[in-house]
Structures are given as structure tokens and as C-alpha cells.
């Protein structure tokens, strides 16, 4: 009796030990995409999806579906099919799906080859929508500009989640039926993404949240950047308690000379930004020069060469070696001189983002994460970013042949090309100086992206316009429900580089830095602080000199009373 | 680079200016004690020494006599004291009025030089009066200088307290401070210097440079030394140096008083302060080179005084001079900011202010005007200077290179008031 009593509570405790792990690995989002592409491989409007999934997904994995196996699915809790082009599936492609449990949800072309599950929905004949609404959410309805869709018909016990209106048409766009989950449009770019995204929360069971993260980031911050402005920004957006980023850029090539000014060179605008880290900002790293070739600081392609429409292949004054792979004579030849490239490029990334990370620590100033010049960055140097850094803020280049293919997400995402990074999504673009209705068009961006509960509301701001629009900005973006305004320094983030580590939370910047290797790096870097060190002991004997002005005039006007007071007695 | 050379300059200057401050500190200290040292030592003088002045004069007639009706009222005992004149090469009246003296005074000697052994300058003239100086202290004065009666007596004094002191400087005040602008100037700067530089130096470091007049050396000094260095163009500074290298100190006892005449002219006075600036180059160019052969380190301190003072700080100055002027112009990017102009103001203001504190010392020197006058000091006669190193350090560079011999300018006298001005532009350049 004694001795089954006792295996009974050995029972329980194992069985209390065991239950919560079970739990945990049944709530583990583990996503299964398979793709159909013009040639088999991962395209922009795969990474769209993965920028979207990468909200809500733990891992991520991408597969032709055409070479889907019957153990790819095994510990997997959703399957995503992205039918980018048309095509005949083959037969096991239905098959995997069909013995699969977990929610499917399939997005565009070739929904007849998915299986039973799909056979709800049929093609019909495409219609123009000029809104997209979700039954029974009226406050997700929008106004769109007018969209052909590629139309279908459901039978009947399928729910409608996201509707098209057209003129005389209401038309399915995001449907389910038992689990499996169609959207009837061929490209993930908004207004499509903010829909799509808000549907995520109910595909992976999640509780869509309240508020409504928001953030401003002031752009272009260089050593010619005007002081003034910056401490009438910053005290605007402290006195409104908006925490903030500011895109910070180390150094400021002069277009005409070519000299090149750090922010050693301009104590105040140092002294500023200080400032601002101080009172709500956190530096973001946006490049080291902002430029590649001889183009304004600002303006310039920093990790891309524009003229070219390539990565950073090569050096600035060379040619770039435009060949294809026809022009080798094996694939490992045209395989080597690939890897080659990349070294190249990974190189320079590296370099560029040591120094920056480096110098702008030697001022005291720690980036929290990193904005690409113009976005632009090609797949291999997300990669290398995410070595230096966990945040990155901004859009996103989608892939290596364009560097047009920007797009952004509704949500803080962590897609897998990212290697890591979390994805802060700027989805309001910014305050065209020249456009009178800029921040109007900010406010109609966001408003489209409360579509998806939580949408990111996060847009830029160039601090040389001045404090009024800002404030006008300001005003609007509070208007946002729920809005929340995001602090990068509340965030966990690491920064590191060569003998510097940062890191955020709670609130709080920490660094680790390796002073001796970091002032044995670059001569700069001691070199800046003698200077700093001379201007302030220039103060030093400005107050010693004064004291001792001080002091002779009382000892003379002493003596010379002393006279006096001989004189008259 | 434009940067860098802002900063060194500031950091040049401005150490120069601490240490003036520092000097300054202690001049003050030294006034403020030096009376109660001087009324101890009045009470139990010692026994007087056998004293002989030497009165180097060329070409004196103008000045010569009130020098002497000074030396005649000399309150020293007249069995211990003699006077004598070395009448160097005068083409005037000179010898004739000393010997008037000699005739009417036993204490008073005419000592007449020709060449070859005369003209030579000061210093050949003061190694041919020694040769007849029988006294155990041997004291020089300028032929334009008018002793108060017990200026001797007292540089007696500090040599009979104080063993150590190879030789005593007295102070030295100007007697034609009043007759225009240059000499009000003058006036101004000579008491700056003496209770900055002067008591200053002997305050913290018992060091004080022998003037060309108005001091009283240990006749066994001289006779070690074997006299004046006779290629110096400045003597006072070079025999300083050798005093403190055979292990003295010298003493800067301001009790002792004497009157001079300053130059009235800005030609004169650039002629006279080129000799002075051009003879300090020369020491500082004789014992830098041989820095490591002097035996008492103290030396360093003032012969680096003497660097900075002539080189470096001329250079810093001249150099912030042009950056600031420059950058009117061009912009050279300075990062510097609003400290430089902090720099600026407290610079003239601590200037001002010494000048000041030094004018103080002195009774009734620290008036509204010689104030006002303090600060156009700054902005003329200060300058001036600057011009003049810059001058004289070429002309030392130059000579140095081309190994040209050095020629004496003595310094062009002028009518006492109540004189008449006669023959100035004849006499101006001689030797």
C-alpha cells in the first residue's frame, strides 16, 4: 500500500514535470512554407511572406514545393504554400499536405494541387475591387486604389475573413474552411500585407494586442547637421516625452572637396546628439559615410552601387566585373568567383561597420540598431549586419538584382533572411519637404496599417525642416488609437563590434568596452579625446587666469588703501 | 593643423603667463616682507666695506654732472668710498666736467680711455675702470643715474647680511616718467618688471638678473670671472649668469634707490631695447649650447625663462596673432569656440591687473591715469615689443649665420629739464 502510494505521488511529479514541456513544444510556432517561383528559388515575394510570418513564427522553413517530402512536415504546426507562378503540382505535394494536422494556408496561384483541403475553393472570373473589408469588423474597412483580383468561388460553410468591394461585386479574398486558409491574391504588398498580417493572428492562435506601436526617427544625423535645429528637435520631443530615434551618420563627406568631417570636427552638433541620447533618443547606426562613390553624405548608396544596380563587388574607383555565369567555363569556377564577391563585400560591410560603431562609442554615443543607407542592402549583408547588430529599423530590400524591391511589413518581424535581427518596420515613410500634404500621406499610411492590430506606425522626420512640422506630426501620429510610442532603449538590443559591446533594456544603455583595444585601434580615437581633453583645459586656464585677475586686483586695491590710510594718518 | 597650432600657441602663451602670475604672486610676498628684513638689518648694519662705483661714460656731458652731485651726496663713508668715472673715448665736454669733480672731491676719479684700449663699449669700459678700483665691493652705475643718498649704503647692506649673495640689485625708478607718453610707458613697464620679474624671481628662487646699473658685485667675483665679457652686448644678464654658475645668489634689495633716465624718443628707445633684446638672445645662445657644462642648475630655470621669453612666447603670440588674422579671411575651421575670446579678454585682463598690482607697490604711482594708460599699454607699447623680437631675433639669426661682429649703441642722453636741447640728432648713433 505504502510502496503504490508512493509511486502514485513519483507519478504526479513526473506528470507535473512533463506537462508544461509538452505544452511549451505544442505552442512552439514552427512554419513549414513551401513556394512556387519561376525558377524554384526564394524571390521578394517570398521574403514578403517571410517578413510577415517572421511576426509570429519561431522558425521558418522554405521549400520548393515541388520537392516536398513526406518528412518535412514532421514537428511542424503551420504550412504556408506561396503559389508565386502558375503550376501543375505534383501529386505528393497534396499528398504531405493532406496528412497534415495544423492549420494550411495557401496564398495565390495553384490552390488545385494542394489537396482535399482546398477543394472549397474554386477559380472565377477576376473583378475589380476598389475596397477591402472584413465581415463583421467594421473598422477594418478601406478605402483602396482599384485592384483587379483574380476571383474565387467557395462552397458553402466557408468563412469570409477579408472581402473585396467593387463596384456591383462583393468578392472572397481571405477565406477558411476547416483549418485551411486561402488568400486570393498573388503579392503580399500592402494594402494586401496589412490584411494578410491581421488574419496571421487567428492562423497562429494569437491575441491580437491593444495598442499601437508607434515611432519617429530623425534622419540624417552628420557632423554638418545644424546644432540648433537638433536642440529645437530635441527639446521639442522632450517636452512632449516622445522617446525617439535618430539616425546617426559618423562621418560627412564635403561634395565639392571631398574632405571629410567627423564629429570630433563639431562639438556641438557631438553635444547635441549627446543630448538627445540623454533625453529619449537612441542612435541608430545609419552607415558610415552614407555614400560610396563621390555623392553628398545623405545622399549617397552606401552598400550598394547604384550606378550599377549591384552590391559592393568591388572598389570605388574600379570596374565592376559584370559577368554571368555563361561566361565560366564550370560551375565551381563561376561558384568561386561568387564566393569571392561576397568575401569582398562582406569585408567592406564589416569594416564600415566597426568604424562607425567604434568612433561613435568613442564619443559616448551607443547605436542600439541599424538603418541601411536608402535600405539598400543586399542579402549577404543583412547577413553581415546581423553580426553587429540584433536591431534593424527601416525597409527592406527584397532582393540582389533591384535595389527598387523595398518593401516593408505591419509588424516588428523576425524573417529569416535577417539571420536574427528583428525587424523594426518603417511604414509611413516620411515628410517630403516639398510636399505640403507630407504628413497628411503619414497619416493616411497609418491609418491603412491599423488593419492589422498593433501595425506598426513608424515614419521619419529630417530635423533641418524645422520644429513646426514636426510638431504637426507630432500631434497627428498621437491621434492613433492606442498608440504607444516604441523606446529602443526599453527594447534588449546588442550592438558589437570589435571592442565594444552595447547593449539596451529596462531603459538603459550598458556598454562593454575594451578601452585599450579600442584606442589602440585607430589613432582617432585617443586623438579625439587629447583634443577633448585640451579644450577643456583651455576652460581650466581661462578660471585660473581669472582667479589670479582677481586676486592681484584685491591685493592692489588693498595696497592701496594701505597708502592711503598712511597718507591721512 | 590650423588647430593644432592655435592650441600650441595657447598653451605656449599661457604658460608664460602662469608663470608671470606665479612671479607676480611673489613679488607681492616679497614686497609686503621685505620691510621688515630692512629695518632689522638698519639696526646692526656690520661693518662697511671698502666700496668702489664704476661710472662708464661716453660722450656724457649732457648728463654727467647731476650724476655726479648725486654720487658727491652719497651718504657713505667718504675714507671707504670712491668713484671713478671712465671717461670712455669722449669726443664732448665728458672729461672735462669729471675732472671738475675729481679736482673738487678726493673720492672722485677721472679714468680717460683711448683706443685701442678704450671704445670698446661698456663692458671694456667697466673692465678698464675696475683695473683702478681698489674697493672689496665694486658697484656700476649709469652716467645718467642719480642715486638717492643712501642707495650704496644699503646695496652695502645686503651684502654684509647676506653671505650668499654674490651680488645685490637695487631698484631702479625713472626719472623723465612724466615727460611724455613713451616715458609715462616706460615708466609703467619698469616697475612691472622689477616687482614682477625682479622680486618675483628673488622671492621664489633667490634669483634676480643684474641691471646695468644700480647694483653691487663682491670684487673676488670679478676678479674670478676676470671681469665683463666684453662681446656681450647685454653685460648685465651675461655676468648674472656667471654669478649664479659660481654658486651665488644675487639679491634684489629695493631699498636701494636710483634715479634714471629713460629714452624720450621711440627711435631711441627701439635702438636701446634692440641692444637689450638682441644681448639676451646672445646668452641664451651662449649657454644653451654649453647647457650641460654649467654647474648650478638653477641657471636652466632662468636661462629657459629667458627662451621662452624671447622665442616661444613671441613665436605663440605671433603665431595665435596670425591664425586669428588668417581666419578673418579664410575659414580655417577652428573648433575652439567662444573659449578663445574667454582666452583673450582674461589675458589683456591679467595683464592689466599686474600692471596694476606692480603700480600699487610704488606710492603714488597707482593713479586713474597711469591706469588708463595701462590699458593702451597694451595695445601699443606691448605690441611694439612684439615687433621689436621679431626684429631683433632676425638680426641675431642673421649675425649668427654670417658671424658679424657685434657693435655697441649706447644709448642717446637728453637734456635734463630746465636744459637746453641741443645737438640730439648729432650725437644720436656712436661707436
Redesign the interface.
Known amino acids: 500500500m505504502q510502496g503504490k502510494a508512493r509511486l502514485m505521488v513519483f507519478a504526479m511529479i513526473i506528470m507535473l514535470w512533463i506537462e508544461p514541456a509538452l505544452t511549451e513544444a505544442a505552442e512552439e510556432k514552427d512554419v513549414l512554407v513551401l513556394y512556387t517561383t519561376t525558377d524554384g528559388e526564394v524571390n521578394a515575394d517570398v521574403r514578403l511572406l517571410d517578413m510577415a510570418l517572421g511576426a509570429f513564427a519561431d522558425t521558418i522553413t522554405f521549400k520548393n514545393a515541388a520537392d516536398v517530402e513526406a518528412g518535412d512536415t514532421e514537428g511542424k504546426s503551420h504550412i504556408f504554400y506561396y503559389g508565386v507562378t502558375k503550376e501543375t503540382l505534383p501529386g505528393r505535394t497534396a499528398e504531405v499536405i493532406d496528412t497534415f494536422n495544423g492549420p494550411v494556408t495557401a496564398i495565390g496561384y495553384n490552390t488545385a494541387g494542394l489537396g482535399e483541403g482546398f477543394d472549397f475553393v474554386g477559380p472565377a472570373i477576376c473583378g475589380t475591387v476598389t475596397a477591402l473589408s472584413m465581415p463583421g469588423k467594421p473598422d477594418k474597412t478601406r478605402q483602396i486604389e482599384p485592384h483587379e483580383l483574380d476571383g474565387i468561388t467557395i462552397e458553402e460553410g466557408t468563412r469570409v475573413i477579408v472581402e473585396g468591394l467593387g463596384a456591383e461585386t462583393e468578392q472572397p479574398v481571405i477565406v477558411e474552411n476547416q483549418g485551411h486558409y486561402h488568400v486570393a491574391v498573388n503579392s503580399l504588398v500592402p494594402p494586401f500585407s496589412t490584411y494578410f498580417s491581421q488574419v496571421l493572428y487567428e492562423i497562429f492562435d494569437e491575441e491580437a494586442p491593444d495598442d499601437t506601436p508607434a515611432f519617429i526617427r530623425l534622419e540624417d544625423i552628420h557632423p554638418m547637421a545644424d546644432p540648433e535645429q537638433l536642440m529645437d528637435v530635441a527639446e521639442l520631443l522632450k517636452e512632449r516625452n516622445i522617446p525617439y530615434m535618430m539616425a546617426v551618420i559618423p562621418v560627412y563627406t564635403h561634395p565639392e572637396t571631398g574632405e571629410e568631417l567627423h564629429f570630433s570636427d563639431s562639438p556641438k552638433v557631438l553635444q547635441a546628439i549627446r543630448y538627445m541620447q540623454d533625453n529619449g533618443g537612441s542612435v541608430v547606426l545609419h552607415g558610415y559615410t552614407h555614400q560610396f562613390r563621390d555623392s553628398e553624405t545623405g545622399e549617397g548608396f552606401e552598400f550598394w552601387d547604384v550606378e550599377h544596380d549591384m552590391p559592393i563587388y568591388h572598389g570605388q574607383e574600379e570596374t565592376p566585373d559584370m559577368r554571368t555565369e555563361a561566361d565560366f567555363d564550370s560551375p565551381e569556377d563561376y561558384e568561386a568567383w561568387q564566393e569571392e564577391n561576397l568575401a569582398f563585400e562582406r569585408e567592406y560591410i564589416e569594416k564600415r561597420l566597426t568604424r562607425g560603431i567604434q568612433e561613435l562609442a568613442n564619443y559616448g554615443l551607443y547605436p542600439l540598431a541599424f538603418e541601411a543607407p536608402h535600405y539598400t542592402m543586399s542579402q549577404n549583408g543583412y547577413n553581415v549586419v546581423s553580426d553587429y547588430f540584433s536591431t534593424y529599423v527601416g525597409q527592406v530590400q527584397l532582393h540582389d538584382k533591384d535595389w527598387r524591391t523595398m518593401e516593408t511589413t505591419p509588424l516588428a518581424s523576425n524573417p529569416t533572411f535577417f539571420h536574427g535581427m528583428n525587424l523594426l518596420p518603417e511604414t509611413l515613410s516620411y515628410v517630403h519637404p516639398d510636399d505640403e500634404q507630407a504628413v497628411q500621406k503619414m497619416m493616411d499610411r497609418a491609418h491603412q496599417y491599423q488593419v492589422t492590430d498593433g501595425g506598426m506606425a513608424g515614419g521619419f522626420y529630417h530635423p533641418y525642416l524645422g520644429v513646426e512640422r514636426l510638431e504637426k506630426l507630432l500631434g497627428e501620429m498621437e491621434q492613433i488609437p492606442n498608440v504607444e510610442w516604441m523606446d529602443l532603449k526599453e527594447m534588449e538590443n546588442t550592438t558589437s563590434a570589435e571592442n565594444v559591446v552595447i547593449s539596451s533594456g529596462d531603459g538603459t544603455i550598458d556598454t562593454t568596452i575594451d578601452r585599450t583595444g579600442l584606442m589602440t585601434a585607430s589613432l582617432d580615437y585617443p586623438a579625439y579625446h587629447a583634443k577633448v581633453l585640451v579644450q577643456k583645459s583651455m576652460w581650466g586656464i581661462a578660471g585660473v587666469g581669472m582667479s589670479a585677475v582677481l586676486l592681484f586686483g584685491v591685493y592692489a586695491v588693498r595696497q592701496r588703501k594701505k597708502e592711503e590710510d598712511i597718507h591721512h594718518g | 593643423m590650423a588647430?593644432f597650432l592655435l592650441?600650441m600657441s595657447?598653451f605656449i602663451i599661457?604658460f608664460m603667463?602662469?608663470y608671470h602670475?606665479f612671479l607676480?604672486?611673489g613679488g607681492?610676498l616679497h614686497h609686503r616682507r621685505h620691510r621688515e628684513l630692512k629695518a632689522a638689518w638698519e639696526k646692526d648694519p656690520g661693518e662697511l666695506p671698502s666700496f668702489s662705483i664704476l661710472i662708464p661714460a661716453h660722450n656724457e656731458d649732457m648728463v654727467i654732472a647731476d650724476t655726479l652731485k648725486a654720487m658727491a651726496a652719497l651718504q657713505y663713508p667718504k675714507d671707504r668710498l670712491e668713484v671713478i668715472v671712465v671717461n670712455d673715448n669722449s669726443s664732448d665736454a665728458t672729461g672735462e666736467i669729471v675732472e671738475g669733480f675729481a679736482a673738487r672731491y678726493s673720492f672722485i676719479h677721472a679714468v680717460h680711455t683711448r683706443p685701442p684700449e678704450g671704445g670698446k663699449g661698456k663692458s671694456g669700459a667697466l673692465n678698464q675702470g675696475l683695473k683702478r678700483a681698489s674697493g672689496d665691493v665694486i658697484a656700476v652705475y649709469d652716467a645718467d643715474n642719480t642715486p638717492e643718498p643712501d642707495a650704496v649704503w644699503y646695496l652695502a647692506l645686503g651684502l654684509n647680511k647676506d653671505p650668499d649673495a654674490g651680488a645685490v640689485v637695487g631698484k631702479f625708478r625713472v626719472q623723465n616718467g612724466g615727460r611724455n607718453l613713451l616715458t609715462r610707458l616706460i615708466n609703467m613697464e619698469t616697475l612691472t618688471f622689477q616687482w614682477l620679474a625682479q622680486a618675483g624671481r628673488w622671492f621664489w628662487f633667490r634669483m634676480a638678473t643684474i641691471p646695468g646699473t644700480n647694483f653691487a658685485i663682491r670684487r673676488e667675483i670679478l676678479d674670478e670671472l676676470g671681469g665683463w665679457d666684453e662681446k656681450a652686448l647685454s653685460e648685465d644678464t651675461e655676468l648674472s649668469f656667471r654669478v649664479y654658475n659660481l654658486g651665488w645668489h644675487i639679491r634684489f634689495f629695493p631699498a636701494a634707490v636710483t634715479w634714471e633716465q629713460e629714452p624720450e624718443t621711440l627711435n631711441v628707445w627701439w635702438k636701446q631695447r634692440m641692444r637689450w633684446a638682441r644681448g639676451n638672445e646672445y646668452v641664451i645662445g651662449k649657454y644653451l649650447l654649453g647647457l650641460h657644462r654649467l654647474k648650478h642648475r638653477k641657471i636652466t630655470l632662468d636661462l629657459f625663462y629667458f627662451l621662452f621669453t624671447y622665442l616661444l612666447f613671441f613665436t605663440g603670440i605671433l603665431l595665435s596673432h596670425a591664425i586669428f588674422v588668417t581666419n578673418l579671411f579664410v575659414d580655417l575651421?577652428l573648433?575652439?569656440?567662444m573659449?578663445?575670446y574667454?582666452?583673450l579678454v582674461?589675458?589683456f585682463?591679467?595683464f592689466l591687473?599686474?600692471v596694476?598690482?606692480a603700480?600699487?607697490?610704488e606710492?603714488?604711482q597707482?593713479t586713474l591715469k597711469n591706469a588708463g594708460t595701462a590699458v593702451l599699454m597694451y595695445f601699443t607699447y606691448s605690441q611694439l615689443w612684439l615687433a621689436l623680437v621679431v626684429h631683433a631675433t632676425f638680426l641675431e639669426a642673421k649675425r649668427m649665420l654670417t658671424k658679424q661682429e657685434v657693435t655697441w649703441y649706447k644709448t642717446q642722453r637728453f637734456q635734463t629739464s630746465g636744459r637746453e636741447t641741443v645737438k640730439k640728432e648729432k650725437r644720436a648713433k656712436s661707436s
Request: proline share 0%.
Open positions: 588647430d592650441y595657447l599661457w603667463l602662469f602670475m607676480m604672486q607681492y575651421d573648433t575652439i569656440g573659449v578663445s574667454v582666452l582674461t589675458g585682463l591679467l591687473v599686474e596694476l598690482l603700480l600699487s607697490l606710492r603714488g597707482l
